[in-house]
C-alpha cells in the first residue's frame, strides 16, 4: 500500500491556514497567503531548524485599504486607479467550478 502522509500533510497545512484566514477575516485583520517565498532565508532568518519544512507564510495586518473586487476581463493582474484603489480582478464563478463534468 502506497503512503500517501505527505499529502495528507499538506492538506492539513491548507486547512489549517485556510481556518486562520477565515479566523482574522472574523476579527476584521487582513490577510495574504503567500507560497512565493525564499524558505532557506527564513530558515536563517527566523532559526527554524532544518528539520522544519516551511510550507507557506500568511500575513495579518489591519487593513489599510478596501480593494475593489471586479470581473475579470483580460488579466487577473491588480492595478491602482488614478484615486489610488486597489482593483483585484477575479473570475467568474462558473468559470472555475464544475459540477458532474467541464462545460
Sequence with gaps: MQDLTPNLLEWDVGAAIENILLTALEEDIGTC????IKR?????ILKIPPNYKID???ALGYKNEEPVV???IDSVKYWLDDQETLHVPKRKLEDILH?????
Excluded at 33 to 36: A, D, E, G, L, T
Excluded at 40 to 44: F, K, S, T, V
Design 56 to 58: 507557506s507564510v500568511v
Design 33 to 36: 497567503w503567500i507560497q512565493s
Design 40 to 44: 532557506e532565508d527564513l530558515h536563517q
Design 70 to 72: 471586479e470581473e475579470m
Design 99 to 103: 459540477r458532474n463534468q467541464f462545460h
